[in-house]
């Protein structure tokens, strides 16, 4: 069941402060549009954190831009000046030379190989209506290990035969070091558009429609090292990329976004507009580090906008998110589809960190708008290396060595456990058991405006739409290992220094804790969560009103209209979601007597988020089969360890079958010290005794 709220920001409004408030246009074009939006729907509120620098509009307009992708109209001094048409037995052997493509289609061989095999210190530069069109027929455009290579003013279309060029890219295709890619427009060709290589620039151009990536990268793994290092990826036009749909033909496959990233040390993303690809916007994916997203307006990706999984110290900041991940959200409702996902990554002080500024993941002055979700930190517990959980095989964290073995290309394939390798034989001794981990740690966000309007998201049955997240998960199913759910989760949410702080919240957001339970702003920022000290919300909650207004149980739990939430048989008894009978809605939950002296528990343990008071506890219940006795609501308060305090308790006499749905309420009383409360429900009665809940509640006692 949504819960829609009346909220103030549309995208007229926010058009409509750009036109009015022309004095607030920062330097650089990047106009802090949604400040004047603030500063009018917020008042002083919105003026408390005007000044960042994220952009207003687009920064890189680029497809289509003729005038700025437009190339020399003749040939520049000393160029080679290469004909339109056949260029199947054209010399481009040349090291240093510049080569002059004439307006027009220019084409290779007739077969998968023709291709320009690039040469050290070469440049290829395009007049006016210069393409290159593989016709798909040629696999590639630009090949070799040459270095020092320019591409710019080109047109790059057609190149690839499909599944042939699955990880594969088109222009640099080897991963060539110190090229630069610049004014060039790479669209509709199959795998990536362009390799990146170290010390590469890519600059001003347009990547689109191509099937699988905009841009990607590729080397074999370097013991000791990164693959690739220092890229520079600025005023790109990142758009409609994964055309081929990879994630559907190789479930799983992990293969496609805008752009993706891998095992590289120091990169500069800045003012691309990346929008409308048909998975993730940009994907920074294993053993990454030192990275800096910044000025990037990304927005109306089918998946996250920034996912950075297993790496290491990055900056995000002053970048524009809008409307990511709708598609990924109304397809994944059990968990977050965040703009931002920080996936088993963090800081480490033993790594690079001159270009992010940190030895720690910040995400700081950013501006989020009706996107799936927020920000995600998550951490799986069966993530590590040469674990069955680490899908980035052949790789593992820069402190381990030797990683596995793998061939080249063979990063996102199984191979059975190396039970030779340290992270099996001493994972449960240090330094292994902390280095064999990626971690999701040292992770600060803050100063950042978030809005959310459940009306303008499809949020659907997700219960994480709207939310920010802080969580583990996992199975206790490797016998071998020293890591459990539980240690991790406790260790991400309390241990891992991974700080919210000085937001600001519009919309009715939720907060995702390491059980996955969705809870106020309010709770989220008491003990024991602790987060977002000095934030700001317009929904209420914040410091001294641990408890806002409403339920505390969460939706799922108490409605179970999407799902039966956190009940659990404990002893004696079955539980299940029905649509046999409801109070509110279309299901209830069924408790099933099976033995007498019987238990139930919502298994959130140590419980919902709450302070000391005065609580009121409701809930409704209808006769079943048979006559269960001395059921009983046991409401147990305990403090920050988890520690019990004391207990109420809530009669739930089960009414006659006639007299059909029947409200119970109590006011219980909180002590002093409480963090927490658990649900149970207790009673006893003969086999095959059943009644049924539904709308359960408990929050402040009015006043």
């Not at 291709?115 to 455009?141: E, F, H, K």
């Not at 199913?477 to 260790?491: A, C, D, E, M, R």
């Not at 519009?506 to 390491?514: D, E, L, M, S, V």
């Amino acid at each position: 069941m949504a819960i829609i709220t009346q909220h103030p920001f549309t995208r007229t409004a926010l058009k409509w402060a750009r036109c009015a408030a022309p004095a607030l246009i920062l330097a650089a074009a990047l106009a802090p549009a949604a400040h004047a939006q603030a500063q009018a729907r917020y008042g002083a509120a919105g003026q408390a954190h005007a000044g960042l620098l994220w952009p207003g509009d687009p920064p890189a307009p680029i497809c289509g831009d003729t005038a700025l992708l437009s190339g020399p109209a003749t040939a520049p001094a000393g160029a080679v000046v290469v004909p339109a048409g056949d260029n199947s037995g054209f010399d481009f052997n040349r090291p240093g030379a510049t080569f002059w493509f004439e307006p027009g289609v220019h084409t290779f061989a007739d077969d998968a190989y023709g291709q320009i095999i690039a040469r050290d210190n070469a440049t290829y530069v395009g007049a006016p209506g210069a393409v290159l069109d593989g016709r798909n027929i040629n696999l590639y455009a630009f090949t070799g290990s040459a270095q020092h290579v320019t591409v710019r003013y080109l047109t790059v279309v057609n190149f690839g035969r499909g599944a042939d060029n699955n990880n594969e890219g088109v222009v640099n295709h080897d991963a060539g070091d110190h090229w630069l890619i610049e004014y060039n427009t790479i669209q509709d060709n199959d795998g990536a558009g362009v390799f990146l290589g170290s010390h590469n620039v890519v600059r001003y151009n347009c990547l689109k429609d191509n099937g699988q990536y905009g841009f990607s990268m590729y080397k074999p793994p370097v013991e000791g090292d990164s693959a690739i290092k220092n890229i520079v990826l600025d005023h790109n036009e990142i758009v409609g990329n994964n055309t081929d749909d990879w994630e559907t033909r190789e479930p799983g496959c992990g293969c496609t976004g805008g752009g993706k990233f891998w095992d590289v040390n120091g990169a500069r993303v800045t003012h691309n507009w990346v929008h409308d690809n048909k998975s993730v916007g940009l994907w920074a994916d294993t053993n990454n580090m030192d990275f800096l997203f910044e000025g990037n307006y990304i927005a109306d990706n089918e998946d996250e906008g920034i996912w950075y999984e297993i790496s290491y110290n990055a900056t995000i900041r002053s970048n524009t998110f809008l409307r990511n991940a709708w598609v990924k959200g109304a397809r994944n409702g059990g968990s977050p589809a965040p703009a931002i996902y920080l996936s088993e990554s963090g800081g480490d002080a033993r790594l690079p960190s001159a270009v992010s500024g940190a030895a720690s993941i910040r995400i700081y002055d950013n501006y989020f708008e009706d996107n799936f979700s927020g920000v995600s930190i998550y951490e799986n517990a069966n993530r590590f290396c040469n674990s069955n959980g680490n899908t980035s095989k052949g790789y593992c964290t820069p402190f381990v060595a030797p990683t596995q073995i793998a061939g080249p290309h063979d990063y996102e394939y199984t191979h059975p456990i190396n039970a030779a390798h340290p992270c099996y034989t001493q994972v449960g001794q240090e330094p292994y058991l902390t280095d064999c981990r990626w971690h999701s740690r040292d992770i600060e966000v803050s100063a950042n405006e978030f809005y959310f309007d459940p009306a303008v998201v499809p949020c659907g049955t997700s219960g994480y739409c709207g939310a920010q997240a802080l969580m583990a998960t996992g199975a206790d199913n490797l016998p071998w290992s020293p890591y459990t759910v539980n240690g991790v989760q406790n260790q991400v949410m309390f241990g891992a220094n991974n700080r919210f702080h000085n937001n600001h919240y519009y919309g009715p957001w939720k907060f995702a804790t390491r059980w996955g339970d969705r809870i106020g702003f309010g709770n989220w920022q008491a003990a024991p969560y602790n987060q977002d000290a000095g934030s700001t919300s317009d929904q209420g909650g914040g410091p001294g009103n641990p408890n806002p207004p409403g339920n505390l149980i969460d939706a799922d739990t108490s409605l179970l209209e999407e799902s039966i939430g956190h009940w659990s048989a404990w002893y004696n008894s079955e539980v299940a979601r029905v649509a046999e009978q409801a109070h509110g809605g279309a299901y209830s939950l069924r408790v099933n007597v099976v033995e007498s002296n019987w238990g139930v528990e919502v298994a959130n343990y140590p419980g919902y988020s709450t302070g000391a008071g005065d609580k009121r506890f409701s809930v409704w219940i209808k006769a079943g089969a048979g006559a269960p006795s001395n059921v009983r609501a046991v409401i147990e308060w305990r403090n920050d360890a988890g520690s019990t305090l004391g207990s109420g308790t809530v009669p739930l006499t089960v009414p006659a079958q006639a007299d059909g749905w029947q409200k119970i309420e109590s006011v219980l009383t909180a002590p002093a010290a409480t963090a927490s409360a658990r649900i149970l429900l207790l009673g006893t009665g003969a086999s095959g005794a059943s009644f049924y809940l539904d709308d359960a509640v408990l929050e402040n006692a009015p006043q």
